[in-house]
């Protein structure tokens, strides 16, 4: 296992795991930023363009389909960052935030929504975290 992948699953493994924690708990608090966000163009934009950059960036560094699951999961990661930015910059904001806040103000899709990600954050915390035998 690369040493790249091996940090990346660390750093996206946590970072979810961290952000999903704390976005369910202030649920209330998140459907309100989430829908201020949608209601503000220039910062809808400036957060679109930021996920295209990390997107962008994870796809550029670590594009690997081979190798097992771990690298193939932080690769998909990546392309589903960049393109979940570029389809805020490219569709209208009502038509993203028409589905999204939907789903947020539900009270159980929002906690459906929460689970992909806290599922590929609890799977790369431990393939990143896991022992490995020295080669």
């Known amino acids: 296992m ?20 704390s976005l369910v708990f202030n649920k209330q608090g998140t ?5 201020g966000l949608f209601n503000n163009p220039p910062l809808m934009l400036l957060m679109s363009i930021v996920t295209v950059a990390g997107g962008l960036a994870l796809v550029l560094a670590h ?23 570029l389809m ?7 038509a993203d935030a028409e589905i999204i806040l939907t789903w947020l103000r539900h009270p159980v899709l929002f906690y459906v929504s929460m689970m992909p990600s806290l ?8 393939e990143g975290f896991r ?4 080669a």
């Not at 459907?31 to 829908?35: L, N």
């Not at 699951?69 to 960049?82: H, I, N, R």
């Not at 599922?119 to 431990?126: C, E, K, R, W």
């Open 2 to 21: 690369s040493s790249r992948t091996i940090y990346l699953s660390r750093l996206i493994g946590l970072y979810c795991i961290l952000i999903v924690v």
């Open 31 to 35: 459907v309100d930023a989430i829908t």
């Open 63 to 85: 594009n690997v389909w081979k190798g097992g699951a771990q690298p193939v999961v932080v690769t998909l990661v990546g392309w589903a960052a960049l393109l979940k930015g």
């Open 88 to 94: 805020f910059l490219v569709l209208p904001v009502s």
């Open 119 to 126: 599922l590929i954050g609890i799977y790369l915390t431990y």
């Open 131 to 134: 022992p490995r035998a020295k």
